[in-house]
């Protein structure tokens, strides 16, 4: 409830909350969490995810990066959007393990609320949304990446993708797995999902998880180009496209919201999950030792 009355006024205070400034026709709208950048006469915006160190997607994180869509779609000079990141190496490494692991149920029931959120928002956005992927995007990383139309990844094999919720003893939701379905087809998905896979970049081309590699200081110019020949498609006719191919799989969660808030919060409550999440943070917290 309280988080919900900091959204709208976040949203509706604007300039007060976040900082706004106008340079030479580009202007940028910065909530701590999230840069906005838009350059006005080419109507795109860069939005970069800045939650050092590795941009994973807390409930602040989350909420703030909802307000900056939402401000974004309001704005009808906007009809683009590229998603990137500003932490070196990392596009973003999912959902935020700590929000899910050692808090009680009305905590994990109300992220969830906001992970959905972002997902219908990203999901179905009548924007342009081109991503570019400069560093790992595991899980939630990847869900963010796999919304966009077009995804532009650096060619860097330290950098993976994909959905590798099993390795923590974790499942992706069936919302995940329906838009990784519509994304990969129905085996490539079945068995990355079983096995957790996180492709390398070459993979991740090969069974379609990204759409283009380039190398890495060609990540930002490439997805303006890519942008460039989306924005030349009249909007009428792309947005109805875009809504004709993603809105069955959008309105299967939006049927089930409140069920989908239920399954999450009991499972992810069970000893079980939380024992397992707990090793997984420790075998990170090893991996630096
Ligand atoms: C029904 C339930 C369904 C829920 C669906 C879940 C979706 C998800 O998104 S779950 C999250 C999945 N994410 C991951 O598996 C990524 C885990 N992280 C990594 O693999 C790596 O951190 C990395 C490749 C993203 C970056 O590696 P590196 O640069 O070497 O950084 P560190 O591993 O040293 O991490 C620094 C720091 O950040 C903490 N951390 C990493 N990921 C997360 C995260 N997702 N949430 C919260 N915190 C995270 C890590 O533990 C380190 O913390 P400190 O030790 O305190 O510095």
């Given at each position: 409830m309280a988080l919900a009355a900091a959204r709208r006024l976040l949203l509706h205070a604007g300039s007060r909350l976040g900082r706004r400034e106008a340079v030479d026709g580009a202007r940028r709208f910065a909530n701590k969490r999230v840069l906005v950048e838009t350059e006005g006469p080419a109507g795109v915006a860069v939005m970069k995810l800045r939650?050092?160190?590795?941009?994973?997607?807390s409930l602040e994180c989350l909420t703030e990066f909802t307000i900056s869509l939402e401000k974004l779609e309001n704005d009808?000079?906007?009809r683009g959007v590229i998603l990137t990141s500003e932490?070196?190496?990392?596009?973003s490494a999912g959902l935020d393990l700590l929000e899910m692991y050692g808090r009680n149920p009305a905590h994990y029931a109300e992220y969830w609320k906001n992970v959905q959120e972002l997902w219908l928002r990203l999901y179905t956005s009548n924007m342009i949304l081109v991503s570019a992927i400069n560093g790992a995007s595991p899980a939630g990383g990847c869900l963010l990446a796999l919304c966009c139309d077009y995804r532009v990844m650096a060619d860097n094999p330290k950098y993976t993708i994909g959905l590798n919720e099993s390795l923590l003893g974790i499942v992706a939701p069936f919302w995940f797995k329906d838009m990784y379905v519509n994304t990969i087809g129905h085996r490539e998905a079945e068995r990355a999902l079983q096995l957790g896979t996180l492709f390398p970049p070459a993979e991740a081309l090969k069974v379609g998880v990204v759409d283009e590699l380039v190398p890495e200081d060609k990540v930002h110019s490439k997805a303006r180009s890519v942008m460039a020949k989306w924005l030349a498609i009249p909007d009428h006719s792309r947005q109805l496209t875009k809504n004709m191919m993603r809105k069955a799989t959008a309105d299967n969660l939006i049927k089930q919201r409140e069920a989908d808030i239920q399954n999450f919060t009991s499972f992810i409550s069970k000893d079980s999950i939380q024992k397992s999440l707990h090793m997984y943070l420790e075998k990170l917290k090893q991996k630096k030792g």
């Open positions: 939650n050092p160190p590795v941009n994973s997607l009808k000079s906007i932490c070196p190496g990392i596009f």
